[in-house]
């Protein structure tokens, strides 16, 4: 436990020092003051209360932010060490490839708590200040909040096992960036494509919903949106929330998490220095 | 038990590239020894599997009666990679903290560890200004922490200047003394042979020689170089006296094998007053070492 958090502190060190820390708190309070200021306008004739609103442009704002940021993070966490000629002291040392790997987890995984809590308060404060119906919406806020935390730790650990594969930092940012372009950009328009052209066939019955909670940024969509009943404010792939039931989205947001850390350990565990 | 570290038989293959043959060795406590080998020879591979970083293909390795890598074997075992360059946004002093907690130790003792290598005064300062040197001797003070039984060093003082070897070499003496046991590769032959208590040499995956250096100096077999400086005038008498001499800046150099070194010297001595002084040098160990080294190739 001791040897965690002591890689934890270390890690959290380095990123305080590298300015992740700083880079992920203004990155998520500017976004979330800029959305929750300008999410005013659709208010009006909703009826829907002004938290509310702005929980559902986070939300979009997130499936982009959260796994950028985590990635960015955790890219250089294996291949950095092994450059840097410290991984293979680290493991003669006596801890074991986990709890390493956990260490670094606990510190980036507080850092991006951190910038969540920082945004997310912000956006409520703004929300409350404003309109007083604003209450209502700080359970879907809430439900934000630690999805968020389970879509970054996903991605934290995506971006180790890339990072235990690659070997070298920069071989590792590219797979990083890569995987990102491709799970929250590319994934999201060629469903779309493949809707269009399969014109209401079997794709857009069967596949589609399995696509859509197999991709862990759009189950954190789907989620989010099922939940707060907001799919009238969302757009793209996101109109399909309807149509999947909340468990099921549930269960991938909550899944994804161990999966990619089981990943990451895997492919940490075939790394020999 | 009787030894530290103990290899019988030790094989390593990476395809078809034998990279360690049928290597055999003990470390008994508080024994000094050094690995020496051409680029290539096996050397860090060998550390590797001690380490417990890579498994062995055949052959057994213990260290302190458990298996490399095991929990045990870790908690004895301190290791100095080859050209370590720590996280540059640390300091000195939160690097061997981190370390020191990894052991199990209190990171109250960094300070202690980093005086003892002589990086007190640049311990707050990050490791990113730091020079080669101080980062070697970061990694030196991470090798003390929690009195390893077995140190396991590569290359340890490539990047530090003469004084700071001669530092660290009387630290390695210290801990020989309370028992631990340490191997090292080294490139720079005339400190080993100055400094360590038996000397292996590897070649191409093989031990072809081991033991103390007068040890491996009496197998080789080398010829002994000596210098004669004859007084004025009385150097063609001695060049008489000497067949095979050579006459190389108003000095006598001549060679002879090991079992003529003895009478060799008698008859220099019997030469009295004409000679002004002697000079016998040993072969040295770049000497033997090309030596074992090219019959280890055959």
Not at chain 2, 43 to 59: F, N, Y
Request: charged share 15%; proline share 4%; aromatic share 6%.
């Amino acid at each position: 436990m001791n040897r965690i958090l002591s890689t934890a502190g270390t890690e959290f060190r380095i990123a305080l020092r590298n300015r992740w820390v700083a880079i992920a708190l203004v990155l998520m309070a500017v976004f979330s003051l800029v959305l929750s200021l300008a999410g005013s306008a659709p208010t009006g004739g909703l009826g829907v209360d002004r938290l509310s609103v702005t929980v559902a442009s986070l939300t979009s704002l997130s499936v982009y932010l959260i796994p950028l940021l985590a990635l960015l993070m955790s890219f250089d966490a294996i291949a950095g060490e092994s450059e840097r000629g410290t991984l293979s002291l680290l493991l003669a040392y006596p801890i074991a490839r986990e709890e390493i790997l956990l260490g670094k987890l606990v510190a980036h995984l507080a850092i991006l708590t951190l910038a969540v809590l920082l945004g997310h308060g912000l956006a409520a404060g703004v929300a409350i200040a404003t309109d007083e119906n604003a209450l209502a919406g700080l359970p879907a806020l809430f439900r934000l909040s630690w999805s968020s935390v389970l879509l970054g730790a996903t991605f934290l650990g995506a971006g180790y096992a890339l990072s235990a594969l690659s070997r070298r930092p920069s071989g590792a940012a590219g797979l990083a960036i890569g995987l990102w372009l491709g799970l929250v950009v590319l994934y999201d328009l060629a469903l779309l494509s493949a809707i269009v052209a399969d014109n209401g066939g079997w794709f857009t019955t069967d596949a589609f919903p399995v696509a859509l909670l197999a991709n862990p940024a759009d189950a954190f969509r789907l989620f989010n949106l099922t939940a707060s009943g907001a799919t009238a404010a969302a757009a793209g792939v996101g109109g399909a929330a309807d149509a999947i039931p909340l468990w099921q989205s549930l269960s991938s947001v909550l899944i994804w998490p161990f999966a990619a850390l089981a990943l990451a350990a895997a492919a940490f565990r075939k790394v020999t220095p | 038990m009787t030894s530290t570290l103990k290899i019988s038989a030790l094989t390593k293959r990476f395809g078809d590239l034998a990279a360690l043959g049928g290597v055999s060795l003990t470390v008994a406590p508080g024994e000094r020894v050094a690995l020496l080998g051409h680029n290539g020879a096996g050397k860090s591979t060998l550390m590797k599997i001690i380490l417990g970083l890579i498994p062995a293909t055949g052959g057994e390795v213990t260290i302190c009666d458990a298996a490399p890598g095991s929990p045990a074997a870790r908690r004895a075992v301190a290791y100095l990679p080859e050209n370590v360059a720590f996280h540059p946004a640390l300091t000195g002093e939160e690097q061997i903290r981190h370390y020191l907690s990894l052991r199990g130790e209190s990171p109250s003792l960094a300070m202690g560890l980093l005086e003892k290598v002589g990086l007190g005064q640049a311990a707050r300062r990050r490791i990113g200004t730091y020079s080669k040197g101080m980062r070697q001797r970061v990694g030196l003070a991470q090798a003390l922490i929690g009195n390893p039984r077995l140190l396991v060093l590569d290359e340890p003082t490539s990047g530090l200047d003469p004084v700071s070897r001669r530092e660290f070499y009387a630290l390695l003496d210290d801990l020989a003394a309370q028992g631990a046991s340490i191997l090292l590769s080294s490139h720079a032959l005339t400190e080993v042979e100055a400094r360590t208590d038996r000397i292996l040499i590897l070649s191409r995956g093989r031990l072809v020689a081991e033991g103390t250096l007068s040890d491996l100096r009496r197998r080789a077999d080398l010829p002994v170089t000596m210098h004669v400086t004859a007084r004025n005038g009385y150097a063609p008498d001695i060049a008489r006296a000497l067949p095979g001499a050579i006459l190389v800046d108003g000095a006598l150099h001549l060679t002879c094998a090991q079992t003529e070194k003895l009478e060799t010297l008698g008859r220099i001595a019997g030469l009295g007053d004409k000679v002004a002084d002697l000079e016998v040098l040993p072969p040295s160990l770049e000497d033997l070492y090309s030596h074992f080294s090219q019959q280890g190739a055959q």
